[in-house]
């Protein structure tokens, strides 16, 4: 069965400091990636996509990037947190012969 | 323009009793698919229903229907027989174009659903 998993659960960091979030997928090949931000009692803002390894589609420009290293692996990035940063961060992945997306667990993070 | 919009910030319903969560979208692409998320306060995203823009039956998933009228652009969610586990938070979300290219689910701000008993 495929499974997503993400890491962190939560994590708080200092402004300034470097972020990197991980998203890996098992049970499959081939799935298309996304990254998503909530910010706290709000909707799912889309940041990254990806359908293939390095290839990757950002919709909103901010200090974050992303990377797929790997057909599986969806990495989340800063080079220097700030503020605006916190929020809720979400993985999700859909395989190519069926519409639903399904999400990772989320990480929370903080940046104080 | 917003894609999704959900006008109920808030709903309030009795155990056992139905709900009807709002949706409405707004797309030009004849290929779309719209989707119910539920978010418990745990924070993970749970796939409820799925309706494909060509499909001439509103989907349905044990107590959850998409009462789908594609004329008003609206996809809306009823719970039958409400339990005092589906209070959460129900995101609207929908995917223009085919779903093998890839395009990522846009979503609703969300209608938060409280089950009393």
């Known amino acids: 069965s495929q499974t997503i998993h993400q890491w962190p659960a939560t994590l708080v960091q200092p402004v300034g400091s470097p972020l990197s979030l991980e998203c890996t997928v098992e049970?499959?090949?081939?799935?298309?990636l996304y990254w998503y931000r909530q910010a706290a009692g709000r909707g799912l803002q889309l940041l990254f996509y990806?359908?293939?390894?390095?290839?990757i589609s950002s919709e909103v420009p901010q200090n974050l990037s992303a990377s797929r290293p790997q057909d599986r692996q969806f990495i989340l990035s800063s080079k220097k947190l700030l503020l605006s940063d916190s929020g809720f961060y979400l993985c999700?992945?859909?395989?190519?012969?069926?519409?639903?997306?399904?999400f990772g667990q989320g990480t929370r993070l903080t940046v104080v | 323009a917003q894609k999704i919009t959900q006008t109920q910030p808030g709903m309030f319903v009795q155990e056992k009793e139905a709900v009807t969560l709002d949706c409405t979208y707004d797309?030009?692409?004849?290929?779309?698919?719209l989707f119910w998320y539920k978010q418990p306060s745990s924070g993970e995203m749970i796939f409820l229903i799925y309706?494909?823009?060509?499909?001439?039956q509103n989907a349905t998933e044990g107590r959850y229907s998409l009462n789908f009228q594609k004329a008003r652009k609206s996809a809306n969610l009823v719970i039958s027989a409400s339990q005092l586990g589906d209070s959460a938070m129900y995101f609207c979300?929908?995917?223009?174009?085919?779903?093998?290219?890839?395009?990522?689910?846009?979503f609703g701000k969300g209608t938060t659903l409280s089950v009393s008993s």
């Open positions: 999700a992945w859909n395989p190519r012969r069926s519409p639903e997306a399904f």
């Open positions: 309706q494909g823009s060509y499909d001439q």
């Open positions: 979300a929908m995917r223009e174009g085919p779903h093998q290219a890839g395009t990522a689910l846009i």
């Open positions: 990806s359908v293939g390894i390095g290839q």
């Open positions: 797309t030009s692409d004849p290929s779309y698919g």
């Open positions: 049970g499959t090949s081939n799935p298309n």
